[in-house]
């Protein structure tokens, strides 16, 4: 098979960066996934703690005139490498295997005209910027992901109960307003009446939200009445009954707008940031706006209730993962569930976001920003994992299905972040204690009881929610474990020793064997 000379060019400049890390006994990784890099770096872990890279790679086949190194790269691409909350480097390979460096992020800032709009984008390199400087390149990487040693993810599910998917829309708040339900209901009754229609809401707190929803933002909203009257229509008296005892109405108004919401990660819009846009609909209440997607396809729902107070608008906003968007359909076959995940990142790392509607031609942001996300939090916990549960689906081509019945444990959304992080590339640390092992070389036995290094080539086999996912190719590497005889001579017991460690990467190879699972508590 012949393959295109740029196509050559580009596995070689790969293989050169892959050599140039795996000479610092760095860990290097591809990606699985899809996302738009052509590695992921797992330094040290004794220096940087699991802390990762990810790195794009130019290659080119001509020899660069002057003293000017540059490669183009996508606009879209280089706002993605922008806004990764990793660190992100694009590396650029000569002919003569030398490798230069820009770290996109930092590039970006003092460079914010060139990622606008559509085309390429110019990326210039410094040239005393080479990784064959290993001081100096890790001399700036220590200083970079300083910060990200310090803090935790916050979409990490972690000290949280299990999670119900069939439960997870928050419920809305019984109403805030210290106005009686009697209050509410000859409020309704008057702004009615005009339409000789009269009826009683039941009075449970969740169906005077319904009824609240439908007569001040304008909603629509099917909700529980009682004694429902409505005067006869003149020359039907006979065919219509003026009093029933109960009942569901709905009520939609005939009016309403087509538009859009934007959410934006940050305090303000930036043409950087990964925005999400909701078609939506806009109805006008007897108090103000309401905003709602539930009647238009999306695997997100989003309710907005506008209120004009003093000279500001004033808006309470709920997002949700609509489940019956999902439920009952393989999850790589919902494609709109894979951008989600970067935006979530992106709002929990800005802790805030910007709405912005778009109807009838103008656009108003709803200021101040949402900020902190706060309670809003755990929505977004929910929408990354996912969002992540979708592309792994994809990667292995896995039919995994969602059911309105499935529970989430917390373990299964760790797993969620573990399987993904493997598949993008990422080396991970493990605690395996003790583990059986066959077609152990006879040279290998030689070490039985004294601790060293080995390499496990297995497979690891991802359930979530009590289903299999899928399973893939992984590598343990294991530093300070020691073999142990067992009953079969054919195999061998590794066992952790005092400073043992373990380290997981996703690996191609021919291995058969068991998978491994994790043992679930």
């Known amino acids: 098979m012949n393959f295109p000379k740029s196509q050559k060019t580009g596995r070689q400049a790969e293989l050169a960066v892959e050599d140039a890390f795996l000479d610092w006994s760095w860990n290097v990784g591809h990606d699985q996934i899809d996302i738009g890099y052509d590695l992921c770096i797992t330094p040290d872990h004794t220096v940087y703690h699991g802390i990762h890279f990810l790195a794009q790679v130019k290659g080119t086949s001509v020899e660069p005139r002057g003293s000017r190194l540059t490669t183009q790269v996508s606009k879209s691409r280089l706002r993605q490498y922008a806004n990764n909350v990793l660190p992100v480097f694009i ?20 460079n914010r005209e060139k990622l606008i709009g559509d085309g390429k984008g110019v990326v210039t390199f410094d040239s005393s910027k080479v990784l064959n400087d ?21 979409l990490s599910v972690g000290q949280q109960p299990s999670i119900d998917l069939a439960n997870r829309n928050a419920r809305r708040a019984s109403p805030s307003s210290g106005e009686s339900e009697t209050q509410k209901v000859q409020e309704l009754s008057k702004a009615l009446s005009q339409l000789k ?17 439908a007569h001040l933002y304008g909603l629509p909203r099917t909700f529980d009445v009682k004694d429902f009257n409505l005067a006869p229509i003149p020359g039907f008296e006979d065919q219509m009954k003026p009093l029933l005892a109960h009942g569901k109405l709905t009520m939609r108004s005939n009016a309403s707008a087509q538009g859009h919401v934007l959410v934006c990660p940050g305090q303000e819009y930036s043409v950087l940031a990964q925005e999400v846009s909701l078609a939506a609909e806009l109805f006008n ?18 309710i907005i209730r506008c209120t004009v107070v003093e000279t500001s608008l004033k808006a309470e906003i709920n997002l949700s993962i609509r489940g019956s968007a999902i439920y009952g359909v393989p999850l790589k076959e919902i494609d709109t569930l894979a951008p989600l995940a970067t935006w979530a990142d992106q709002i929990a790392a800005e802790d805030a976001m ?8 103008i656009r108003q942001p709803l200021t101040p920003a949402v900020s902190p996300i706060g309670q809003k939090l755990p929505v977004f916990q929910r929408i990354r994992s996912l969002s992540r549960l979708q592309m792994m689906s994809r990667a292995l081509n896995s039919l995994f299905t969602l059911e309105d019945s499935d529970v989430f444990s917390e373990e299964d959304f760790q797993d969620i972040d573990f399987g993904f992080d493997l598949l993008r590339g990422v080396q991970r640390s493990v605690t395996i204690n003790t583990m059986e092992v066959d077609s152990v070389s006879p040279e290998a036995r030689k070490f039985i009881s004294v601790p060293g290094e080995f390499l496990i080539q297995t497979h690891w086999q991802l359930d979530v929610a009590g289903k299999a996912l899928g399973h893939f190719p992984v590598e343990i590497h294991m530093t300070g474990y020691a073999f142990e005889s067992t009953a079969d001579p054919e195999k061998l017991r590794i066992v952790k020793g005092g400073n043992g460690q373990a380290w997981v990467s996703y690996k191609k190879h021919d291995a058969a064997g068991n998978h491994i699972v994790r043992r679930k508590t």
Not at 93 to 101: E, G, H, K
Not at 289 to 302: A, H, K, M, Q, Y
Not at 354 to 361: A, R, S
């Open 354 to 361: 910007l709405l912005t509607l778009d109807f009838n031609g």
């Open 285 to 302: 209440g007897t108090a103000g706006v309401g905003i709602t997607n539930e009647s238009l396809p999306s695997p997100l729902t989003i």
């Open 197 to 213: 229609l009269s009826f009683t809401p039941v009075g449970t707190a969740e169906n005077i939200a319904l009824v609240r929803d």
């Open 134 to 154: 290993r001081e100096g390149f890790e001399r700036y990487l220590l200083d970079i992901v300083g910060p990200l040693l310090q803090t935790r993810d916050p």
């Open 91 to 110: 590396l650029r390979v000569t002919p003569n295997r030398s490798i230069y460096w820009v770290h996109a992020q930092e590039w970006a800032k003092s």
